[in-house]
């Protein structure tokens, strides 16, 4: 038997969680478990905040349309943030979206937009990439929403690491080498340090660009192989490698 609920929905609430709470849910969830998912009175609902873990709730009607869920019991407690920060330049909507997710279904704990010489364009929605980032977590399970970074140029991204941090950045330019080997020869696998991976935007980055990056000390370029990759592809490859030789995957 699967160790995990698979069967329950899971809503993301901001509300405090503990036993005995009854939350009234908003018009759009009420319509999705009771219209949608034709769920019906006592049947489990799995929630979590981002603080208190997770908890399963049963559904009580209020008319035909709406609900309240009442909190029953603890199924998980809340784990610690990933400490592996993600820096992209933005995309495109539709593909920014998708890299959003995939980057917290593979473990990000931080979303940090950067601008960058050749970033197709400089407005990004706070708001959406965070919706992207809880409807991440709600369909894989994770508990801890990760922290949305305020959107800077590249400078003043790189700046605000930690010197312990390592950074892995994705570099068109890097030989064509084994990835294990340079991320195993950049830190010891059995006491990893703090991570960040850097991800460019489509144009690649600046001559200049690049010099800053290799300047930082703690940094480590892979090539991602002898093809080239677009953006939001190069965020699911470049996490799972990170994930499975310095991450929780390993």
């Known amino acids: ?3 995990y609920d698979f069967t329950a929905p899971r809503l993301f609430v901001e509300a405090d969680l503990a036993e005995g709470i009854v939350l009234p849910l908003e ?3 009420a319509n999705y478990l009771l219209t949608v998912l034709r769920r019906a009175e006592g049947e489990p609902v799995l929630l979590f905040n981002g603080r208190d873990g997770e908890w ?3 559904i009580v009607p209020q008319g035909r349309k709406s609900a309240d869920l009442r909190v029953v019991a603890q199924t998980r407690p809340q784990p610690a943030s990933a400490d592996l920060h993600y820096l992209f330049a933005p995309l495109k909507t539709g593909r920014l979206d998708y890299m959003a997710q995939k980057a917290v279904e593979m473990g990000a704990g931080r979303l940090q937009p950067v601008f960058t010489r050749f970033t197709q364009g ?3 929605k706070l708001d ?3 919706a992207n980032a809880i409807e991440a977590a709600e369909q894989c399970g994770i508990l801890a929403i990760p922290e949305i970074g305020e959107p800077d140029r590249l400078p003043a991204c790189l700046d605000a690491l930690e010197p312990e941090r390592l950074l892995v950045f994705c570099d068109e330019d890097a030989p064509v080498t084994d990835p294990v080997a340079a991320l195993r020869g950049a830190a ?3 006491n990893p340090p703090p991570l960040a991976v850097l991800v460019g935007p489509e144009g690649g ?3 200049e660009e690049r010099a800053l990056i290799a300047a930082r000390p703690n940094t480590v370029a892979l090539s991602l192989g002898p093809r080239i990759l677009r953006a939001d592809t190069a965020a699911v490859a470049v996490m799972a490698l990170v994930q499975a030789v310095l991450g929780d995957a390993r």
Request: charged share 35%.
């Open 122 to 124: 400089e407005r990004i």
């Open 1 to 3: 038997m699967a160790a």
């Open 188 to 190: 010891d696998p059995a």
């Open 128 to 130: 959406r990439l965070q």
């Open 56 to 58: 399963r709730a049963e």
């Open 27 to 29: 018009r759009a969830q």
């Open 205 to 207: 980055f600046h001559a």
